[in-house]
């Protein structure tokens, strides 16, 4: 294994800092405690790079606190979020480039999270490769409780100094992790843990976890992991229990990390592997139930019949959220439900603008000049049940949805993962 003894250089170098706020910019993101945004910084951004080299050069930089935030989960708990003020993660950014290529080359390879040129959709490829190839259908799926929350601040930094010995990165790593969170107006010390938000901290999770990957390796494991989301592939029971018990004692024990055991389960692919998002069977992929129903209530958070937007506008805020479920989850064997979305999504629509024409002759002059000849329904234009009648329909077809700008979710292809997934 190569050790590298001086990289501190590269960060103060100007391009370098440069190269990491462009990052910084393009993954947007909320100020930190300072609330100075993205925007402001980049204002007078040229003096305030040059201002961060010359703490860097002279060591008289110092991390901020990171913002608490409280994102809600699906199962009903919060995620902690640890937001960094800008020019901490411009800072942090900076190191990741100088940092990611000289770990992730070592990386075990069936480890994808926040890893380059990696994405969940070869995760569950891999997953299901060993499934439905190799036949390993007997699969530990593990839940770590906190895990960000809970990596041993000594043991990160073991794990990166096993490559990297230049004392001035290691110092500001501790900077990073040591840097205490404000709740409010309250600040707290971090004992624990690398906050999510934080730039570095998947790599430093990734660094910290590939521990666990390299001894369920040794010891011929095979396990899929995306940051902590954990399988293990196994061929009978049996080895799927030995696996568990194996797994458990290095995480716990090892790396002193919890192990959720009310999450964590052993499953039989005949049922379903549940897996970022979706749902791994022996020969099929579906999406799970939550979030078909999140999905759902995105849209009818924007598709809110009193908004007062026309339907141009709606359709073209809806369009990212629809495009961007379609995109993922089209891995999976979805076409039905995708059609029944489409539906379902149309019809959503079909009532907005009922309620914009208000008066039935508009739908009545709508179906004139479509060439339908009267007499015609008077129906209500605000009824949720009539966005389904047939002159609805007639005067607002699918085509013409398409016409004004709606996303596609019929014509999309499906399932193709778990067929591209055997050609690799």
């Not at 940051?227 to 790396?255: F, P, R, S, W, Y």
């Not at 009310?262 to 592997?273: C, F, L, N």
């Not at 089209?330 to 439900?337: D, E, G, L, P």
Request: hydrophobic share 40%; proline share 3%.
């Amino acid at each position: 294994m190569t050790v590298y003894y001086s990289l501190y250089g590269q960060l103060l170098d100007i391009n370098n800092l440069y190269k990491g706020f462009k990052k910084v910019k393009a993954a947007k993101g909320a100020a930190g405690i300072d609330r100075q945004s993205i925007a402001a910084f980049a204002l007078n951004l040229e003096e305030n790079l040059k201002q961060l080299q010359g703490e860097l050069q002279s060591k008289q930089y110092r991390a901020q606190p990171v913002k608490r935030i409280e994102i809600p989960k699906d199962d009903g708990g919060v995620r902690l979020l640890g937001i960094p003020t800008v020019r901490d993660r411009i800072v942090q950014q900076t190191l990741l480039n100088i940092l990611q290529p000289l770990f992730d080359i070592d990386f075990h390879p069936s480890s994808y999270g926040y890893r380059p040129k990696r994405s969940c959709h070869d995760a569950i490829s891999k997953a299901t490769v060993f499934i439905r190839k190799y036949h390993r259908e007997w699969v530990v799926d593990m839940d770590l409780s906190k895990c960000f929350d809970l990596l041993d601040h000594d043991l990160i930094i073991s794990s990166v100094k096993s490559k990297v010995t230049d004392g001035s990165i290691l110092k500001l790593l501790k900077q990073f992790l040591k840097s205490g969170v404000m709740i409010g107006n309250n600040w707290e010390a971090s004992e624990l843990g690398s906050p999510q938000g934080g730039v570095i901290s998947p790599l430093l999770a990734n660094i910290y976890l590939d521990a666990f990957d390299q001894e369920m390796k040794k010891r011929n494991h095979r396990i899929v992991r995306y940051a902590d989301d954990i399988l293990i592939l196994c061929c009978t029971e049996k080895a799927a229990k030995n696996a568990l018990t194996v797994a458990t004692q290095i995480l716990e024990k090892g790396l002193k990390l919890t192990v959720n055991e009310k999450k964590t389960h052993i499953a039989h692919s005949s049922e379903g592997v549940k897996f970022l998002g979706g749902e791994i069977g022996s020969n099929w992929t579906r999406t799970k139930a939550t979030k078909l129903k999140g999905f759902k209530q995105r849209v009818k958070r924007l598709t809110k019949r009193n908004s007062g937007m026309n339907l141009i506008e709606v359709i073209k805020r809806l369009n990212p959220v629809v495009r961007g479920f379609v995109n993922y989850f089209s891995i999976a064997n979805c076409k039905r439900v995708l059609n029944l979305l489409a539906r379902w999504v149309r019809r959503r629509l079909r009532a907005i603008q009922l309620r914009l024409w208000k008066n039935p002759a508009r739908l009545h002059k709508r179906l004139k000049q479509l060439g339908k000849k009267p007499p015609f329904k008077f129906i209500k234009m605000n009824s949720w049940r009539n966005s389904l009648s047939p002159l609805s329909n007639v005067a607002m077809p699918n085509q013409w949805f398409e016409e004004q700008g709606l996303y596609s979710m019929e014509k999309v292809s499906t399932g193709w993962l778990a067929q591209s997934a055997f050609r690799k």
